[in-house]
């Protein structure tokens, strides 16, 4: 595997707010990678600035060799590098199989041009299929493939979520808070599950978080965002002992006397 | 086996349609009989867009383009029908893929309102520009088509030119919902973050979509012009509550509610000609009336009274 995300001093204000400054880090292959930090730290805005949701101010963001910041999230996503949403995001009135084929379809037939190409509708249409009831078996949502995916419990929903952004064959999946709503033991089957996805479909994962038991459990390295800084970079165990991570999450003694 | 079935109920309402001038012969009655095609088309081009999920009031300006394009390319630049027809389709096409990514951008109700404008622009422009289009007093003597050696100069003739637009803009729609471009304009309505996310170009689609729509209303407006000879430019200003009427009557979620919306809603003004000026209000209640108790039009009804009968039986 050689996707890489690069993201090189990254900073972003909205007016005064300065809500990231130079951010930068660059993924190695292979490794699932965890950002986490507490509310407001900036974790959403590097997201949104990654997917290109929105520019950086300064700073790139480079997946693969090619600047991705500011590029539609659609085109990016077909470049290989998928994103997930933090609520829960399916097609509710369609099957689950039905939203397996979809997000293998439109990383197929992306754009319109496809209809100048002949037999690019009958192409996709088996390929989708094949890739539908690899992720059915993988995901074992053998028993539920008719069902409609809004009728689904919460955490199967997100499961549903991560199959369908691995149906639309990424090199790298962004997470955005997996495991936002989930109980304890969603979260650690979520855990395993990420996991298997590296292992099993060599795909690397950027996951933030606030779950830190699982980020820490899944995590090659971690990096710890504050005030839109980068206070830590480092490996699980690490970042645990971090002093200046400590101090973010739980403040200093002068701040509880 | 089902697409055999589908064939052979479609040939057999449009023999059924294509006869309908030999039993009623009545000069009005065909002219209501071209005004339906005609909004039939229409009602589809706009079932284009609602089933992308847009509400568009651009459908009036479409029309009218379609009209005035197509007539002005047999008057003034003198060429045959068959090319004006297309001219139309291509004109409204165009401007919608000029337009469409901007307005595309604009989501809701400030879509809707920017279409409404659009409509307007253009009105005006048929109005203000004189010399080109006539005015207020629109463009008369629009020569008659001639197709394959054939003057098309009897209201029936023009009926059978409409129906067979309408059947081909009925074909397309239902081809275009059954294939991957049907699913992938159902998740834009559905999930539009979602679909991009996985790889989708929404905003291309969405422009494409409203391409097809435009080019099919412009169709629709030149064989309207060339059926009346005339066009003045307030013809056109009900068209696009008419077409939104359609759909939500006969119900938006099948190529076949605009058809039945448009064979029920049409003809009923020229019927209850003492009421007409009644027509605005008792469309504006219609509508409350729809939304209230029918959501899904008689299409959504008629599903509703099936599945009933099914799970009784």
Redesign the interface.
């Known amino acids: 595997m050689t996707a890489v995300l690069s993201v090189t001093d990254i900073s972003r204000q909205f007016g005064g707010l300065q809500a990231l400054s130079d951010v930068a880090f660059t993924t190695v292959p292979g490794e699932i990678f965890g950002i986490i930090g507490p509310n407001g730290a900036g974790k959403t805005t590097l997201f949104n600035v990654i997917t290109g949701a929105f520019p950086p101010s300064t700073g790139k963001v480079v997946f693969e060799g090619t600047p991705v910041a500011g590029l ?4 990016v ?2 470049m290989g590098l ?4 933090q609520a829960t ?6 099957s689950v199989f039905e939203n397996l084929r ?2 293998a ?3 197929l ?4 041009s ?2 100048l190409r002949a037999k690019a ?1 009958v192409t ?2 088996a390929v989708a299929r094949k890739r539908a009831e690899e992720i059915i078996d993988f995901l074992d949502l053998g028993a539920v493939t008719t069902n409609r995916a809004g009728d689904l419990a919460y955490g199967l929903q997100k499961i549903l979520g991560v199959g ?2 691995l ?2 064959a990424p090199k790298m999946l962004l997470m955005d808070e997996p495991a936002a709503g989930l109980n304890p033991t969603e979260t650690a089957a979520l855990g395993k599950l990420l996991l298997r996805v590296r292992g099993e479909w060599k795909i690397d994962i950027v996951v933030v978080e606030h779950d830190m038991q699982m980020i820490m459990s899944i995590c090659d390295r971690i990096m710890v965002l504050n005030y839109g800084r980068v206070i830590c970079l480092d490996t699980p165990s690490q970042v645990r002992a971090d002093p200046a991570v400590i101090e973010a999450y739980l403040g200093t003694d002068d701040e509880l006397a | 086996m089902r697409l055999g079935r589908f064939a052979l109920v479609f040939a057999a309402v449009m023999a059924v349609l294509v006869a309908v001038p030999f039993y009623f012969p009545q000069r009005y009655i065909i002219h209501i009989c071209v005004m339906t095609a005609l909004f039939v088309t229409l009602g589809l081009s706009m079932n284009l867009m609602l089933r992308t999920g847009l509400v568009s009031l651009a459908h009036s300006a479409f029309m009218a383009i379609g009209s005035y394009t197509s007539a002005l390319c047999m008057m003034r630049l003198g060429w045959p029908f068959s090319v004006s027809f297309l001219a139309s389709g291509l004109m409204v096409a165009l401007l919608a893929l000029v337009s469409g990514p901007i307005f595309l951008r604009i989501k809701g109700v400030y879509f809707i309102l920017l279409t409404y404008a659009l409509s307007q622009v253009v009105m005006l422009n048929f109005m203000e520009w004189v010399s080109l289009f006539g005015g207020n007093s629109g463009l008369s003597d629009i020569p008659r088509p001639v197709l394959f050696g054939m003057v098309f100069n009897t209201a029936r003739q023009f009926y059978w030119m409409a129906l067979a637009l309408a059947g081909v803009s009925f074909l397309v729609a239902r081809t275009i919902y059954r294939s991957a471009l049907g699913t992938i304009i159902d998740a834009i309505k559905e999930e539009e973050r979602l679909a991009s996310s996985l790889g989708l170009n929404a905003m291309g689609f969405r422009v494409l979509i409203f391409c097809i729509s435009g080019f099919i209303a412009g169709l629709s407006g030149s064989v309207y012009a060339h059926y009346m000879t005339f066009l003045s430019p307030e013809a056109f200003t009900g068209v696009m509550i008419d077409v939104i009427l359609i759909n939500v009557f006969g119900g938006a979620a099948s190529p076949i509610g605009p058809v039945l919306g448009a064979i029920i809603l049409i003809p009923l003004p020229e019927l209850l000609r003492d009421a007409q000026e009644y027509q605005i209000l008792a469309y504006g209640i219609l509508l409350i009336a729809l939304q209230l108790f029918l959501p899904e039009g008689l299409i959504g009804l008629c599903r509703r009274i099936l599945s009933a009968r099914w799970r009784r039986s």
Not at chain 1, 82 to 85: A, L, M
Not at chain 1, 89 to 94: D, I
């Open positions: 539609s999230m659609d085109k996503a077909r998928v994103r997930t949403f995001s399916v097609f509710r009135s369609q979809r997000g379809m439109f990383s037939l992306g754009r319109p496809f209809l509708t996709a249409g369908m952004a149906a639309a």
